[in-house]
């Protein structure tokens, strides 16, 4: 940890908050001055495990001593007489009650295969199939706004051709790097010794011994509990949320200005839980409460424009309803979509549960999908931003003219 | 059968390629192909290992200038310290016991002097270097140079030699890469950064002019090394005496002052008033004094022994084909190198030619820079600013033209391994960076091809983003080893 500013020093490229330099004209002649930020899980959320359905008689017969549940230790927070959220998420929960945060449940894109990639592209892009374009859907969406004016012209040195494929496209696009990032993750980590193991030994073992101090900092520390090792169990975590805060606050304060952009997109890496999920305490909590605090930093940085925002937090996939054989769960079908901002009609759940039985699950595996995730985006284009409803079926999500924006998400 | 054979040398191909020189750059669509012949192309290009930059300083210009800077700063702060001398006077004249006002000023008043121009240079330098391995086509002629560049290494750290590195390998390392030994050997033992690197500048002959009206003398460092490690190799037989002899031979082998000559310090002179006088015996033939040129025939001697052929020819193998190489190509490559007359442009062919350096399999971990060069390549990152690269550099424990000691940076892989976390921090930092843009999976079967393997090939399908998987592919086996 010695090296970590140097690490941290080197910057190389762009980072992780992109946003437009114009203003949405309609939603301002109604004066509304509405911030859109979207935020992409990727890796695939386990959605059963954030948002979890702990009234369904099934759940904890698939989950196990994994199941989320409202009492024990690590209870989760009811939110209403069905579905429970992890406990990692307190912010997400106070914002619940406060009828700022929205759930939608049981939620997928149309892809229904199960590569990341491809999960991502299509996520990303808009498009039913993945490699169909360069564009993102929130790109293509901005475009297609009438523009009230520049904004910020100043920060448009920071253009770069490396933003996340939702914001790719037409609109220009700023770009931000945060001052620092995380070191590479446990999970990277282990897919590395994976890799090595199989390959070429003298790798693995050069790198084991760091990954011994890093499994202890991920699963609490067990064994060795001086000093020394305390400390170092203690700094992956934390640089995770600081990093997720980080990226949060920054996207805050630009989206606030009164001259700042209106439109953003942040990524955060690391769901990919296919061994030692740890949904309560663990690698999964660790994320989710990171996000929680990301989220915290919109809101408390947002200011006065929080009452105008609304923030989506989207992921490629769910995870397998199931625990798998090493305490994880393997790429699934639906998941959840949250939406958090002041200027939600919040304190719900849209959920058209498909239930949990073995004949519900999709392929026998997966969480049913019953909702688009293009439905509600396109509620939220529509209804937040005033993008047109020709636009949304045609550029923004092309062939999804029979999909209808889910309405009443704001206002 | 058939079959096997073509996927084989298809193999060979892309480990070839790897071997000898650096990753294919980004969106280069040309599948790799007769690797031998593009090696072979790359050494008969004239000028190959030259950089074109006109911005560039030369060694004499760098030493000026960065003289010059010093002067300015060495009067900026004796006058500070001059106008404080007079500021306390006043004050203790005006029987004021506050003294406070003045030193908050100074300290108020300091500006960030920013790089001092020794280091601006250095970092131009660094950045025309990154550049042109940015740009090179197979990489062969870059690693060369680096190869040489390492065996006739010098230090920034090291006093008055940070402006010049640049300069020096521009000057003394480039020009011959794809030349003869000899003359590298000359460029290299007569360039002002060598000189001040191993102290040969100051080196004075007790019997000369200088040595006898000071009580200053001779310096071995330079002439020890030329044997040991820069020709004939350590433990091969030469003697204390040659060493004391030789020192002698090449004292006046040094630098202008740059306060003597606005027009020519900081430029090789031999200063006849600093020679020892006399013939001396130099491993068992005796020089006469005839200046400079005694100093010159014993190099040339030297470029020509077996035991030196043979040194460079270990070297050579190890550096590129395997830490402990096969005997018969050690024996291949010295038997070129004396044939040639040292004609390192046949030694390298010699070398890419070789059946044993095509057989063998990748064992040698990239060292820590060529590891990141590789990187930002198949990324195609062109960074604009080098410090970070720098930094990284160090970071992995190979910092630019910093070695710890004249022997270089180890060309065993085993020196390198502890480094392989840090290496994972810094794929992480990149791919994070590079974001989802690149398609890690057509990298990989771009860059190997026939080489990559299932579970690799595996590892990067299943990454739960794209970034992850650039930074799984960067620290892969195949990207690792060589």
Partial sequence: ?411 | MGLKMARDTRVQNVVALHRFGLPPKLGSTDSIGDTRSALSAELDKPDAAQIKNNDLLSSGEAARAAFDFRQERKAARLAVRAQDEAEKQQAKEAGSSEDKPSAQRNNAAKPNPGPGLPQQIYLEESKARLETALAADTGFVERLVWFWSNHFCISADKGGVRPLCGAYEREAIRPHVTGKFSDMLLAVESHPAMLLYLDNARSIGPNSFAGLRRDKGLNENLAREILELHTLGVRTGYSQDDVTNFAKVITGWSIVPPRQSPERGGEFTFNPRMHEPGTHRVIGYDYEDRGFEQGRAILLTLARSPATANHIALKLASHFVADDPPRSLVTRLSARFLDTKGDLKEVSKALITAPEAWDANPTKLRRPSDWIISALRVCGIKPPDVRPILQAQNLLGEPLWRVPAPNGFSDNSAAWMDGLAQRLDIANQMSRRVGDSLDPVVIAQNIFGALLSNETKEALGRAESRSQALALLLMSPEFQRR
Wanted: no cysteine.
């Fill in chain 1, 1 to 411: 940890m010695i090296h970590q500013t140097n690490r941290r020093e080197l910057l190389l490229g762009s980072g992780a908050l992109f946003a437009w330099a114009y203003l949405p004209r309609l939603a301002q002649a109604e004066g509304r001055d509405p911030r859109f930020l979207v935020i992409v899980l990727r890796g695939a959320l386990d959605g059963l495990a954030t948002v979890a359905p702990v009234g369904d008689p099934d759940w904890q017969r698939l989950r196990g001593e994994n199941a989320l549940t409202i009492d024990g230790a690590a209870a989760a927070l009811p939110i209403d007489s069905f579905f429970a959220l992890n406990p990692a998420m307190p912010n997400l929960h106070r914002l619940y009650k406060a009828s700022q945060a929205t759930i939608i449940h049981a939620v997928a894109t149309p892809y229904r295969e199960r590569s990341h990639f491809d999960g991502q592209d299509v996520l990303e892009s808009g498009f039913t199939h993945p490699g169909s374009a360069d564009t993102g859907w929130l790109n293509r969406a901005l475009a297609g706004l009438p523009a009230a004016g520049r904004v910020n012209p100043k920060q448009a040195f920071a253009v770069g051709p490396i933003a996340p494929l939702v914001t790719r496209g037409p609109a220009p696009v700023l770009a931000w790097t945060p001052p620092r990032l995380p070191p590479a993750s446990n999970d990277t980590m282990s897919r590395l010794i994976d890799l090595y193991r199989h390959t070429d030994p003298a790798l693995a073992s050069a790198l084991e011994e760091r990954s011994a101090l890093s499994a202890i900092a991920v699963g609490g520390a067990m064994g060795d509990t001086s000093k020394k090792a305390e400390m170092v169990t203690v700094i992956p975590g934390a640089a995770v949320r600081a990093y997720f805060a980080e990226s949060a606050s920054a996207a805050a304060k630009f989206m606030s200005r009164p001259d700042g952009p209106r439109v953003g997109a942040l990524a955060f890496d690391g769901w990919d839980t296919h061994a030692n999920e740890g949904a309560t305490k663990g690698r999964l909590a660790v994320l989710l409460a990171a996000l929680d605090g990301a989220i915290n930093a919109l809101e408390t940085g947002m200011g006065d424009s929080w009452k105008d925002s609304v923030i989506a937090v989207i992921t490629e996939f769910g995870r397998t309803a199931r625990i798998n054989g090493t305490e994880g769960t393997d790429h699934g079908t639906a998941t959840v979509a949250l939406l958090v901002g002041g200027a939600l009609k919040g304190g719900r759940v849209f959920a058209d549960w498909p239930g949990l039985k073995e004949a519900n699950l999709r392929d026998g595996r997966d969480l049913k999908p019953t909702t688009d995730l293009r439905a509600v985006m396109k509620g939220i284009l529509k209804d937040h931003l005033r993008v047109e409803d020709h636009l949304l079926g045609k550029d923004v999500f092309p062939g999804s003219q029979a999909i209808s924006p889910l309405a009443g998400l704001v206002g």
